[in-house]
């Protein structure tokens, strides 16, 4: 079964609204795990790195204030999207780092900003 | 900056064809790389990882690929592929003692087999 779980897996909000993302590690305490943007026909983004206890490190040109990211666990990270725009539609997907084990995605959420 | 290439958008081969699929990256460094699959409507899957030692690296589902230093290569193989194994197929890179644990995907090769 899956070992990172990630939900919801498909969100449709109001422009303005904001969105929070879920990702669990179900069976690896996770210290690090990773945010990705995926637009269509185009490669995975890191988005931020989420630091459990600590901030996140985000990527040049990702705006802090509008993605925030919490990791207040080992077993949990959730990225909040704010005030949410259409332009923000896009595929999310967190991955830990289990070590040796390499990275293990979740199912990714698509979110559709109306 | 880093980046990682890979050569084919998209492939179309018939079943039973041998796959090789491109995979370069630009970083001088060592760096440890990864073969990801993500099947339609699936999250990405690790189909292979080299992090040292013997070049040659055998993932799952029949799938290898040789790191080749000299040529800041990762090449992906199948000697005979599969229906199944429909899906894109995405090169990613980390980058050792630098940032740790952010992999730099390639933007993907698309693979479509033919029944």
């Known amino acids: 079964g899956a070992v990172v779980s990630q939900h919801p897996s498909w969100v449709i909000c109001k422009s303005g609204t904001s969105v929070k993302i879920e990702c669990r590690s179900l069976?690896?305490?996770?210290?690090?795990m990773f945010w990705y943007r995926q637009f269509p026909k185009q490669s995975l983004m890191l988005m931020a790195t989420s630091n459990e206890g600590s901030k996140a490190t985000y990527e040049q040109g990702v705006e802090k204030d509008k993605f925030l990211i919490n990791h207040a666990s080992l077993t949990l990270s959730t990225l909040t999207v704010t005030s949410a725009h259409p332009e923000d539609s896009s595929f999310y997907i967190c991955?830990?780092?289990?070590?040796?084990?390499?990275?293990?995605f979740g199912s990714g959420t698509r979110l559709t900003v109306v | 900056a880093q980046s990682v290439s890979q050569h084919n958008h998209h492939v179309i081969l018939s079943e039973a064809a041998s796959l090789e699929l491109g995979c370069n990256y630009s970083?001088?460094?060592?760096?440890?790389l990864f073969w990801y699959v993500q099947y339609p409507g699936q999250h990405l899957q690790l189909l292979l990882k080299?992090?040292?030692?013997?070049?040659l690296v055998k993932g799952i589902k029949g799938f290898e690929a040789e790191f080749i230093k000299s040529k800041f290569s990762f090449n992906l193989r199948k000697p005979s592929v599969q229906w199944s194994d429909t899906a894109e197929y995405f090169c990613a890179v980390t980058l050792y003692g630098g940032s740790q644990g952010n992999l730099i995907f390639g933007k993907g090769t698309k693979l479509s087999v033919k029944p």
């Open positions: 069976d690896f305490q996770a210290t690090t």
């Open positions: 970083y001088g460094g060592t760096v440890n």
């Open positions: 991955s830990v780092d289990r070590g040796l084990r390499g990275y293990t």
């Open positions: 080299y992090f040292s030692g013997d070049p």
